[in-house]
């Protein structure tokens, strides 16, 4: 079993450079099986998660290979239908359905597993549904497997989302791509990854406009080209980093980003007493010598406080002065990592979807396990954070959604090694 173990009570400084975004990229390399041709992605982040999208590509009869560790080539003009070891490997990441919206675009038809990944909460695929049954495509969910086929061929489509919807969103953009006619999608995300992935698809020859409002349009074209294209940074990795200065004192330089995607986690920083100064394509996070102070957060679809940044801005209440409320806004079961918390010291008290946390002054190390992506990384600030050893156990969530941490944390005063235990 392989586990982090953070000797705690270093203040972070100097600098750390971004990646680029889990959440595009995981939709972005689906995509690519609508293009006929070769797309050279850069920026690619080095995740778990990517790893596993394009071995399930290469699965499908794609070519795949790095041109350095942070820019792939992707040929998907020769690809078939899904083999056993594809269904596998699409069963262990959530954002395996979006081969769905990308396979129904391009043939019409699609098969692909029901998405696995984070257990945090009920992930409902219905308005993936209805925005493909709109645009003429019936489907069967069926043996563990979601089943779609437009015998006919795809065609436009008025389609209006009863909830907000990332995956959704991004999902039925795919299989809209190529559809004949106009779509317009009403009541969508607007997450800076749509924006991207909406970049990504115009690159390559598509026809959309308004991603990152609530309406998109799409006029289908009648195929794609290949071409060259760079992910955006990743505002999730970007605020992680930004609350582990934070929470464990220091002066951080944070690079690569996009500070206009970072505003609604560095207001809610600012509220904590915690200095932020934006520059160009950078953020400067310090907390030198001030207590963190008390403050309420909710999260909510883009632009609101993201879901993905809930668990670590939950630490840094944990050591703020006074009591916080914390009100999950998008998944019904995101609170689980607060009892590894509370090993740790911290006095939370959860209901349902809310949860109550009185600031206390230190938190001690502990041995915790990281219940899913964003709350291992919270687990690791509470370790940096703390007075003693901490032990993380399940570090495979994590590597999930962060390239090189220990190595990005130790080259700004972190102690932390990676050991098999």
């Known amino acids: 079993m392989e586990k982090f173990v953070i000797k705690g009570g270093n203040p972070l400084s100097g600098e750390i450079s971004i990646g680029g975004a889990k959440n595009a990229a995981i939709a972005i390399i689906p995509a690519a099986v609508l293009v006929k041709g070769v797309c050279r992605l850069e920026n690619m982040p080095r995740i778990s998660d990517v790893k596993i999208q394009l071995e399930i590509l290469e699965e499908l009869g794609a070519k795949v290979s790095y041109v350095d ?36 675009g391009r043939y019409g038809k699609a098969s692909v597993s029901m998405p696995g990944g984070c257990d945090f909460g009920i992930r409902p695929i219905d308005q993936h549904i209805k925005g493909f049954e709109a645009l003429g495509a019936h489907i069967e969910v069926r043996n563990g497997k979601i089943e779609a086929d437009a015998m006919s061929g795809l065609h436009s489509a008025n389609i209006y989302f009863d909830t907000v919807s990332v995956g959704a ?162 998944w019904d079961d995101r609170f689980r990592y607060m009892d590894e918390l509370k090993k740790m010291g911290a006095i939370t008290q959860v209901d349902g979807k809310v949860a109550i946390i009185e600031g206390v002054r230190r938190l001690n190390g502990a041995c915790v396990k990281a219940r899913d992506l964003r709350a291992g990384a919270a687990m690791v600030i509470a370790g940096m954070a703390a007075d003693g050893i901490t032990e993380v156990e399940d570090i495979q969530f994590i590597e999930r959604g962060y390239e090189d941490i220990v190595q990005k944390l130790k080259a700004v005063g972190a102690d932390i090694c990676r050991i098999c235990d």
Request: glycine residues 8%; charged residues 20%; negative net charge.
């Open 169 to 330: 969103t991004m999902n039925v953009m795919l299989a809209a791509a190529m559809a004949k006619g106009t779509t317009v999608m009403e009541n969508v995300a607007k997450e800076p990854h749509i924006v991207d992935l909406a970049n990504f698809l115009n690159s390559m020859g598509a026809s959309i406009s308004g991603a990152g409002t609530d309406v998109i349009k799409i006029k289908g074209v009648e195929s794609l080209h290949g071409g060259v294209y760079s992910i955006i940074p990743d505002q999730i990795e970007a605020g992680t980093y930004m609350a582990a200065v934070a929470a464990t004192g220091g002066s951080l330089l944070i690079k690569n980003v996009i500070p206009r995607h970072l505003e609604c986690i560095t207001n809610k920083l600012v509220d904590m007493n915690v200095d932020v100064e934006e520059l160009d394509d950078a953020v400067r996070v310090t907390r030198i010598n001030k207590q963190l102070t008390k403050t309420n957060i909710k999260t909510l679809p883009y632009p609101g406080f993201p879901t993905d940044m809930q668990p670590q801005l939950a630490v840094v209440l944990c050591l703020a002065e006074g009591t916080s409320i914390v009100t999950e806004g998008i």
């Open 69 to 104: 560790e942070t820019t792939v080539d992707i040929d998907c003009t020769d690809i078939h239908e899904a083999t056993e070891s594809a269904y596998e490997l699409m069963r262990g990441i959530r954002a395996s359905y979006y081969l769905l919206g990308s396979l129904l």
